[in-house]
């Protein structure tokens, strides 16, 4: 593999010097997807999983030999918040409430342990509504796993609860809070109460402080919205005055069909492929092609089992199969898969009408179906 010899899968396959490929895979951007925390979480065999996968993209590859090395798994469906952007605060999803129960995720955290980098123990739901949540964190860990959870915090949590989860081996917390008092918090995250949200953070850092923990990372955002536009400079402040690990502005995704005068003024902070924006997308816009980097990376799973392509849609009718059923070996490969992937590539591969396939990667776009006034896609 060394000395300028053709990067392909089979050279990747025999060579086994992790320093070598960590540093290709690093000169070659094939760290993009993956969280800077979790580089040194990669092993030997996940390394060489993560760099046959990029390559097996950009060949647009539809029957793939590497794995899901990003894995979401959504603990709980059901919020105590109503945020109007989300299908779940709407109340309008149509996949059923349920609990993911503990046995059924260890199942899941067995078939992928070997490869997977990251596990995103959230979607659309808050996480800590699970009982299971921290034993479902000590596994992930046991098996070699960095793990991310994103909370409202918006929880009256019994005693212990808190410094239980802080020494879960939990690696990255993320809480959004979008507003810097109630009135504004309050527009996007209703029914939330950011006294209790603070007074949670606060006790989480004293406790990681206590405990002299790198782990969790704590990471506080806020996502630019109308309302909060004028709070911006001041939420680093008070990032920075609680002692958080990192602090982010981030875009936020809203149904183009139903502008309710979220986004905010600064296009600077509008995704280009919204009417009016000017930052940087993953998406494509309405006609273009731009591969999309879920089909070859990982996948989504609920509550009930149900495998989505990507973490935005929300509609039980999309999925391409139920790990209760299915291995995930076996729905990574099955001809819905392989019909997105060929989205991309050679139409003619093309099986079934998969929503990867009605969405093509323009994931801001009004042509596509929502799931109420979210935006969340369906069928």
């Not at 109308?226 to 002692?243: P, T």
Request: net charge positive; glycine share 4%.
């Amino acid at each position: 593999m060394k000395n300028n010899i053709e990067l392909n899968i089979e050279n990747i396959k025999s060579e086994n010097d992790f320093d070598y490929l960590f540093k290709l895979a690093k000169e070659k951007n094939f760290f993009d997807d993956i969280n800077n925390y979790a580089l040194p979480t990669l092993n030997l065999t996940k390394i060489k999983n993560l760099i046959i996968a990029k390559i097996e993209k950009k060949e647009k590859k539809t029957k793939l030999i590497s794995k899901p090395y990003r894995v979401v798994v959504d603990p709980t469906n059901a919020c105590n918040l109503g945020c109007p952007l989300c299908p779940t605060g709407l109340g309008a999803s149509e996949r059923t409430k349920k609990i993911l129960k503990f046995e059924d995720y260890k199942k899941i955290v067995d078939q992928v342990a070997d490869n997977c980098i990251e596990i995103h123990l959230y979607n659309w739901g808050e996480p800590t509504l699970n009982k299971y949540l921290i034993e479902m964190i000590k596994y992930a860990k046991s098996k070699g796993i960095w793990s991310r959870i994103s909370s409202n915090l918006s929880l009256e949590f019994k005693d212990g609860y808190l410094e239980d989860l802080v020494k879960s081996g939990l690696s990255l917390l993320h809480i959004d809070v979008d507003g810097l008092d109630q009135e504004v918090y309050a527009k996007y995250r209703k029914k939330g109460n950011l006294s209790v949200v603070i007074n949670n953070l606060k006790k989480i850092i004293e406790i990681k402080k206590t405990h002299n923990l790198n782990e969790p990372v704590i990471e506080i955002a806020m996502l630019a919205m109308r309302q909060n536009e004028h709070q911006h400079q001041d939420f680093f402040k008070f990032g920075e005055k609680l002692s958080v690990d990192v602090v982010k502005l981030h875009k936020i995704q809203h149904n183009p069909n139903m502008d309710e005068k979220w986004l905010p003024k600064d296009t600077n902070l509008i995704y280009k492929t919204y009417e009016g924006g000017e930052a940087s997308s993953t998406s494509g816009f309405d006609n273009e092609i731009k591969q999309c980097n879920w089909p070859w990376s990982g996948l989504v799973i609920n509550p009930d089992g149900g495998v989505n392509p990507c973490c935005i849609i929300d509609d039980p009718k999309s999925d391409f199969g139920n790990t209760n059923k299915d291995k995930i070996i076996e729905i990574w490969n099955n001809p819905d898969y392989i019909s997105a992937r060929s989205e991309f590539g050679d139409k003619r591969e093309i099986s079934k009408k998969t929503i990867c396939n009605v969405c093509k990667n323009q994931t801001h776009s009004k042509r596509l179906a929502r799931v109420s006034k979210s935006f969340a896609l369906k069928l």
